[in-house]
């Protein structure tokens, strides 16, 4: 089991930044970690991940160069820094986490976070 406990989320402005938080709690070690991000009428879509373990991260295209993730093994919390925000990525943001390999579907992910609204206005 994995509890998971996102904050960081907020109201910016086009070009600007936000960190977003995810706390974790349980069996970590093998996990791969990842951010979802679904705004209103759309699907839920794989934004980044990383791997607990030896820490390789991904991105989906529509954010790479822009935002990065990371780990704080001593805190035991997941990272996505957002730099250069445009309006199209204002969404619900959620953590998530599954046990063995990465996978880009949300369906795959066994633990989820709250969700933490990200707002970036034009």
């Known amino acids: 089991q994995v509890q998971l406990v996102e904050s960081g989320g907020g109201l910016v402005q086009a070009g600007g930044s936000l960190r977003l938080s995810c706390a974790a709690s349980?069996?970590?070690?093998?996990?791969?970690m990842a951010w979802f991000r679904q705004a209103p009428g759309n699907e839920r879509e794989f934004v980044a991940a990383?791997?607990?373990?030896?820490?390789?991260?991904y991105y989906a295209d529509s954010v790479k160069g822009r935002f990065t993730i990371s780990i704080d093994n001593a805190k035991d919390t997941v990272y996505l820094q957002m730099n250069s925000l445009k309006p199209e990525d204002t969404a619900i943001y959620y953590c998530?986490?599954?046990?063995?390999?990465?996978?880009?579907?949300?369906?795959?992910?066994?633990?989820w976070g709250q969700g933490t609204q990200v707002t970036v206005s034009s």
């Open positions: 990383i791997s607990w373990r030896i820490g390789s991260t």
């Open positions: 349980g069996r970590t070690f093998s996990t791969y």
């Open positions: 998530a986490a599954r046990p063995g390999g990465l996978y880009y579907s949300p369906q795959e992910y066994a633990w």
